[in-house]
């Protein structure tokens, strides 16, 4: 079974960079045609697709985020990370990792199907 | 790109079935069939229920289908449980470059 887990720190001020990572169990992170992406939840809020990365790199990110957004994978590990920069308080939200369906996906395609817990990104001034 | 549109809540008895829209536009839900639902119970993670608008992942209760016509979607809970009181997100593929966005959420409540 697959599993997602968010690590990150927790707590950030602002004007600084949040760096999340996401470690895959049970797959590979270099499984075809799969893509791994960040979603995020402000309190009380709805979800809001971040951005999403293949393992050769290729990255898609929301472009209301500008170019606050970096995304890395590391397969060495089965990891891949967030990196948030200049953060406001407009970014305190749950952040989720999840696997994401390729249009070539023998049976969830363009889909999120499997999601980390989800860990609680606190931006302090 | 704006979130897609959902009712805030939507409520019913045990036993009936309720529906909840989701509305965009032309460049996503009106041209793409990839439209995917959501459940998330308070302070847990979503769970994928509905993947290009009517497919059910496996492990999926049959009492949950969807639909399209135009630029809106539809999810159908049907003989609707105790269980099934949770928010719900829609999401769809808008394009190759800003490939995603989800819909505003919608609580359904169980009376």
């Known amino acids: 079974q697959l599993q997602l887990q968010e690590s990150g720190p927790g707590l950030v001020k602002s004007s600084e960079t949040v760096s999340l990572t996401c470690t895959v169990s049970?797959?590979?992170?270099?499984?075809?045609?799969?893509?791994w992406g960040w979603i995020r939840q402000p309190p009380g809020k709805g979800l809001e697709w971040i951005g999403h990365i293949y393992y050769s790199g290729s990255a898609y990110h929301n472009p209301s985020l500008k170019s606050r957004v970096t995304m890395s994978v590391d397969t060495s590990k089965n990891q891949f990370s967030l990196n948030l920069s200049s953060v406001t308080a407009a970014d305190t939200a749950v952040y989720y990792c999840?696997?994401?369906?390729?249009?070539?996906?023998?049976?969830?395609?363009?889909?999120?199907?499997?999601w980390g817990q989800g860990t609680l990104v606190t931006v302090s001034s | 790109q704006s979130a897609l549109t959902q009712p805030d809540s939507v409520s019913g008895s045990p036993g009936q079935s309720i529906t909840i829209s989701c509305t965009g536009t032309?460049?996503?839900?009106?041209?793409?069939?990839?439209v995917s639902w959501y459940q998330q119970h308070p302070g847990k993670d979503p769970k994928l229920m509905i993947y290009?608008?009517?497919n059910r992942p496996s492990g999926v209760s049959d009492r949950f289908s969807g639909s399209k016509s135009a630029n809106t979607a539809s999810l159908t809970i049907s003989g609707l449980q105790a269980e099934d009181e949770a928010d719900y997100y829609c999401c769809s593929y808008i394009s190759s470059s800003t490939p995603y966005v989800f819909g505003s959420g919608t609580k359904v409540t169980v009376l």
């Open positions: 049970g797959g590979s992170i270099s499984s075809t045609p799969y893509y």
């Open positions: 290009e608008v009517s």
């Open positions: 032309s460049s996503d839900i009106g041209t793409y069939n990839y």
């Open positions: 999840a696997r994401l369906g390729g249009l070539s996906a023998p049976d969830v395609r363009r889909a999120f199907d499997y």
